[in-house]
């Protein structure tokens, strides 16, 4: 069965440090999505993106974070002068679709730590 | 606006035993409604979902959830738990017209013993 992939499994990086989070997602999906877990937290939405736009954004996505497709396959989360807040695991999803409750396919994450 | 309450962030129950995993949302429009579960150090495992038609809908492993509307609820049960179903669980919702986004409740940890 196709997989989202998010490589690294787990990045650590100093305070003020830029950071990007990488995702392959499933190859015929055309919707893109950032998820984050702080620990002990709930998952929270970040960013959906489709035809190399972002679609919808939550409050947490400020001026700090961006999202790119700089090829066909991957997806990526930038983080820019990352705070210790940033510590998070980030979750890449995709989708077939967008409508009718399509569901959202999820990689393994990357755990971020921020030190 | 969205959101999902997820009631008793723990549940333990001893294998052989029903599984009950208790979901209510509040959404001004249709809702769509997941569950997923988190094995340790894995993503998110689409379970089952509920669009439209038929309220009692069936997933993977076994697990079932039925759509009540009157009671905004959506919870997952399964009638006989195994060890394997020890995992942490979420609840979410999409809503018709968005852009697809889940908005999670804060999950349920299941544990389940001999």
């Known amino acids: 069965e196709p997989e989202v992939t998010q490589t690294p499994s787990h990045q650590v990086t100093q305070m003020g440090q830029e950071v990007i989070l990488r995702c392959v997602p499933i190859?015929?999906?055309?919707?893109f999505y950032w998820y984050r877990q702080i620990l002990g937290q709930k998952v929270e939405f970040l960013v959906s993106f489709y035809n190399n736009e972002i679609s919808e954004k939550s409050e947490i996505f400020d001026d700090q974070f961006s999202v790119e497709r700089p090829d066909g396959s991957n997806f990526t989360l930038k983080i820019r002068s990352t705070k210790l807040e940033d510590s998070a695991m980030y979750f890449c999803?995709?989708?077939?679709?967008?409508?009718?409750?399509?569901?959202?396919?999820f990689g393994d994450g990357t755990r971020l730590s921020i030190l | 606006a969205q959101s999902v309450t997820q009631l008793g962030s723990h549940v333990s129950v001893s294998e052989g035993a029903l599984v009950l995993l208790r979901c209510n949302y509040s959404?001004?429009?249709?809702?769509?409604l997941f569950w997923y579960v988190q094995y340790p150090n894995q993503g998110l495992q689409l379970l089952l979902k509920y669009t439209t038609g038929a309220t009692l809908v069936k997933g993977i492993n076994g697990f079932e959830a039925e759509f009540k509307k009157s009671e905004t609820s959506f919870h997952l049960t399964k009638p006989s738990a195994h060890m394997s179903d020890a995992a942490e669980y979420f609840c979410a919702v999409s809503v018709y017209g968005g852009y697809n986004k889940l908005i999670f409740g804060a999950g349920t940890r299941l544990a389940v013993h001999p």
């Open positions: 999803a995709s989708s077939e679709g967008q409508g009718g409750g399509q569901p959202q396919h």
């Open positions: 190859s015929n999906h055309l919707y």
């Open positions: 959404s001004s429009v249709p809702p769509y």
